[in-house]
Each structure stands twice: as structure tokens, then as C-alpha cells.
């Protein structure tokens, strides 16, 4: 499964960004998806994930800002994000837990990673 990010960018404090996650391969079933950032010297952190059944959860610091969604007929994941602080500048990482045909067409589960987009939130 492969998984392709995109909408990062620059934007002012206060701004907003869309991201969108599709993901693409012999996929049988999408479980949860979410997203992660990783900030310079930092360690990736949890910015949200959504169930297949569209059950939400979201890290602190981004409660009341950003909002997951996703299409599960396109097999893709959205983050809206509000009121951008430039706490917010992090490469954003997609994720999904998917269950898949491998080569052999034998179904495998695993956890996929998009390769990231990079959001700035700068003046």
C-alpha cells in the first residue's frame, strides 16, 4: 500500500491548511488512519486519527483547531487546520492500517506511512 500526502506549505500565523492522504494498492480494507508531525529536533507526535467508523481523537495541542476526516470510498485522509501558530511548522506524516493483498495475493496486514509534507507557519 502506498500512501501519497499533499497540501503542505507556507502559511501565515492564524492561516489554515488542508492536507490530504490517498492511499492506493491491492487494498482490502482501510482500519484507522491518522496523522503525525515531526518538528525539527523534535520526536514525531500525534496530531490526530479517525476509525473507519469516522470515531475521532486528537492530540492536546491541536484540540479545537484541526479537524480529521476522511473518504473511505477514495480510501483518503483529510486534516483541516485552523488558527495555525508557528508551533504548528513540522513535517506531517499519514498513516494507515490496512489490510492488503501482498505479491502472493495472500492478505497482510500492516501499517503504512506516507513521506511526508512540510508545513510552515512563518510570517
Known amino acids: 500500500v502506498q500512501l501519497q500526502a499533499s497540501g503542505g506549505g507556507l502559511v501565515q500565523p492564524g492561516g489554515s491548511l488542508r492536507l490530504s492522504c490517498a492511499a492506493s494498492?491491492?487494498?482490502?480494507?482501510?482500519?484507522?488512519m491518522g496523522w503525525y508531525r515531526q518538528a525539527p529536533g523534535k520526536q514525531r507526535e500525534l496530531v490526530a486519527t479517525?476509525?473507519?467508523?469516522?470515531?475521532?481523537s486528537y492530540g492536546d495541542s491541536v484540540k479545537g483547531r484541526f479537524t480529521i476526516s476522511r473518504d473511505n470510498a477514495k480510501n483518503t485522509v483529510y486534516l483541516q487546520m485552523n488558527s495555525l501558530k508557528p508551533e504548528d511548522t513540522a513535517v506531517y506524516y499519514c498513516n494507515a492500517d490496512c489490510l492488503s493483498f501482498n505479491g502472493y495475493e495472500e492478505p497482510v496486514a500492516e501499517r503504512s506511512w506516507g513521506q511526508g509534507t512540510l508545513v510552515t507557519v512563518s510570517s
Open positions: 494498492g491491492k487494498i482490502i480494507r482501510i482500519d484507522d
Open positions: 479517525i476509525t473507519s467508523g469516522g470515531s475521532t
